[in-house]
């Protein structure tokens, strides 16, 4: 089991970074999940990425700077908390996501090929249970 999921976990990202590669975009793994975390976050902070990502504030400064400086993201003042600022999409971090969200399904589509739906939906089901114990610990 632990080899089976190690190499489906590994083959997938790799086809995912290859097709982005391949796509010319210049983006590094963090920055690829930085991007899912912040879209999937209504007014993400760095505190949230600290905590989704499982990263210290220092890696999570270090990246932002970077994704600043790329043009990925940009911070605006948080309207809740004046101590904080929310990170927010850029228009070319956007379409970048959005690149990579149709690579990553047509990843997914290839790999759930000859699985029933049945099939699929128990996966999903204990793929959820696994990622909950792990953050259990």
Known sequence: MPDTFLALTFKFKSLVLKAIREAGIDIVSMEI???HCI?????CTAANMVELMDRDKGQIA????????????HKVPNPHDSR????ELTTLGQEILNQML????GIIETM????SSEQIS???VVAMIMTKNLKNN
């Open 33 to 35: 999940k930085s991007l």
């Open 39 to 43: 879209n999937s976050v209504s007014q």
């Open 122 to 124: 128990q996966f999903n």
């Open 84 to 87: 904080s600022q929310v990170i």
């Open 62 to 73: 270090r990246l932002t700077k970077e994704m600043m400086a790329k043009g990925f993201i």
């Open 102 to 105: 149709a690579i990553e399904k």
């Open 112 to 115: 759930q090929n000859s699985l």
